[in-house]
């Protein structure tokens, strides 16, 4: 049962997991975007899973292997039947996509060995759009079931970034080959198309994660990164949202972050953390958005900058960008 004030659970597909709505991202452990003291970064994980947080999501291109390691040395000591631990195989550079056989049963046992497990919880194809997915279909999941025979990986998902390429495989196997999708940036306050596909993957019982309801850093204060690969329309109009709801007090990111997770259709929301601060914040937007805090996200304030923000968005609204291979961004 859940103490009060801490994130709240739901199923993931028909795996019998529950996992937390908010999930702790650990790409920032492996010093993705700047350099993490290893203490600070486990008293953060520790931070997340006192406060209710049970699903943690890595993978060895982040930080070149570097924060499946960090994670792996800050759940040693949480208790393992208490904590869903999922990372990928597939993606181990910025060009270097490898989705054969043996690759990724090698790279499985990889990441047991860094992260300290004697199983993987939930085990993804990453970014799977970069290659043929027929290759997915006939050789990478196969293999991944036969990792899951073998009692190495418990569940297996599919990542990715057109929303096409879920459909694609999920139509070439059998029901229960694939238990969730990870999509990202398409259900945010800039792009919520994934919610269009829900009726389609609940049909399939499938499980539903959710990642980058910032939209990789557009609802932001800061604004994105130079290399963010969003069309300049796009970048405009969120520079301009930030700044209305600065007008009203409010960071765009408490309002983005909430917005996507109300879906009670979304499993989980994964947000990139690594410092207690973080955790603290985003877990206090968490509650907000559930209702389950005093200072409540529906004050008036906060829906009067959020209907002021959606306005300014509405004309790039559902606005996205290819990824991968041209064959799966048709």
Known sequence: MKSMGQVPRRPLGNTGLHVSVLGFGASPLGGVF???DAEEGKRAVHLAFEKGINFFDTSPFYGDTKSETALGRAISDLPRDEIVVATKVGRYGQALFDFSAPRVKASVDESLQRLGLSYI??????????????QIVNETLPALLELKKE?????????????????????????????????????????NTLDD???????KHVGIINASPLCMGLLTRRGPPVWHPAPPALVDAAKQASQK??????DIA????????????IATTLVGMCTPQQVSDNCAAALKALGEATDSANSPAFLDASEAINSILSSTHNTTWPSGLDENNA
């Open 34 to 36: 700047h350099e993490v």
């Open 121 to 134: 919880d939930l085990i993804q194809c990453h970014d799977m759009e970069f290659v043929k997915l027929d």
């Open 151 to 191: 009692g190495k990986v418990r569940h297996i998902g599919i990542t990715g970034l057109p929303l096409g390429i879920f459909e694609y495989v999920l139509d070439r196997v059998p029901e229960g080959t694939v238990d969730c999708i990870l999509s990202y940036c398409h259900y945010t306050l800039c792009d």
């Open 197 to 203: 596909m829900i009726p389609y993957l609940e049909s």
């Open 245 to 250: 709801a600065d007008e009203f007090g409010i």
């Open 254 to 265: 408490d309002i983005a972050l909430q917005y996507s997770l109300r879906n009670e259709h």
